[in-house]
């Protein structure tokens, strides 16, 4: 069953859309709603969401913003933006963040339902090829070679650029790729040698490397200009490439949807496949001449799973590799982390009653990933990042309620909320008694 969030800051469109799937015999479990973007975002924090349906002209967050943050928390959020104008730049922005569908009001409610419905039933299957290979018919199914023609050389660019970029064939090649950028990143995608409680044969192993691939693509091709090919040693390597004005667009945040991608990537092939896939993302650098040193560090960053085998996607800029003239110790790495996550709480204890505070934010502080963050921090402390936010704000605003005259408006407004409706339905889910009756 699936949980569906719809966000719009008119009460009157909440419910009636709401009611509208509650009645229209879908595979829902749970409807939330919201009335802005900020108790939006908590509520997919908060809860298990699969399907964001927002508007995108609201208050002090849009929806273009909440479905950005929506995606550093639960990359794998399908989003269905609904919006009052026909706006080409919205439509372009909400496309290129992977919205499925833009629906301009009045809604038909049709056509809003068929909308639904077909991204609900995209998210539970996958594509054809994968499901073939899924279905039992392993015997007869043929596996080709992704890019055979091109797999070597796309392999010796990784390994020795300038006898590739020397070479009149293989630059002939690269154009016929379209591997121009001139900005570039690695992502590789390393399969384990054991899973679901047994090792593979060589068949088994070849199936579960082109499902992946599989995978991966239909992921790539949504959003991404990008080539994915294999790589020796079970690995399955991505080039992301952009070219100069996609890269200006959006340059402060193209690491945290590298990082998106990843986990993502991990997400849909656990679900379909079972495999706990480590993937590791190297920076991003200007020209192919650089596609070595990209290689090198995607391969570093895989291997920071052996310090953290819990956790499968790994940046290398997530480590300030620089400041060690041998690769870092255990002991090191250990260091490292606890003074990451130290100075994350010091941060959010100093600024969890700011308004529109996000993960983010105090990600790049530390300078880090949002993803590796959120992961040292529940490993260090026990609880998720955004849980101990929300602990301080509400201890915080319990003193307030128990201790002052404040009203419910000022108190929410000190905490870190817009609005004390948003507050209260915070303060119950937390304490089980609204504001009110705390008070009483």
Known sequence: MFNILVVDDEPLICKGLSSLLASSGLDIGHIYTASSGFEALDCVRMEEIDLLVTDIQMGAMSGIELMQHAKLAKPWVQTIVISAHETFQ??????????????????????????????????????????????????????????????????????????????????????????????????????????????????????LRYGVLNIAKELLDQEWNSIAFYSPGEEITVIIQWDEKSYEESAAGQVGRLDMLGRSLHFNIHKYLHL???????????????????????????????????????????????????????????????????????????????????????????HVSPNYLSYLFKKNTGHNLWEYVIKLRMEDSREMILHTDLRRYEIAERVGYESPEHFSKIFKKYYGISPSELKK
Not at 165 to 193: A, N, T
Request: proline share 4%.
């Open 90 to 207: 919205y439509a372009q922005m909400a496309v290129r963040l992977g919205a499925k569908d833009y629906l301009i009001k009045p809604l038909n409610s049709e056509q809003f339902l068929d909308s639904v419905r077909n991204v609900l039933l995209k998210m539970d299957k996958p594509s054809p090829e994968l499901a073939t290979l899924m279905s039992g018919i392993g015997e007869s199914f043929r596996l080709e070679e992704p890019l055979p023609a091109y797999s070597q050389l796309l392999n010796a660019l990784l390994a020795d650029p300038g006898i590739v970029l020397g070479d009149e064939e293989g630059m002939r090649k690269l154009d016929e790729l379209q591997l121009k950028g001139p900005y570039f990143s690695v992502i590789k995608l390393k399969l384990p040698g054991v899973g679901l409680g047994k090792k593979y044969n060589a068949r088994d192993s070849g199936l």
């Open 276 to 366: 706990n896939v480590v993937i590791g993302i190297s920076q991003i650098l200007k020209g192919l001449s650089f596609m070595e040193v990209l290689n090198r560090q995607a391969s570093k960053a895989i291997l920071w799973n052996k310090e953290h085998n819990d956790h499968y996607v790994f940046y290398y800029g997530d480590f300030n590799w620089n400041n060690y003239t041998a690769d870092p110790s255990a002991e090191e790495l250990h260091t490292r982390s606890n003074l990451i996550v130290q100075k994350a709480k010091e941060y959010i204890d100093e600024n969890y009653a700011q308004k529109g505070l996000t993960i983010h934010e105090v990600a790049k502080k530390n």
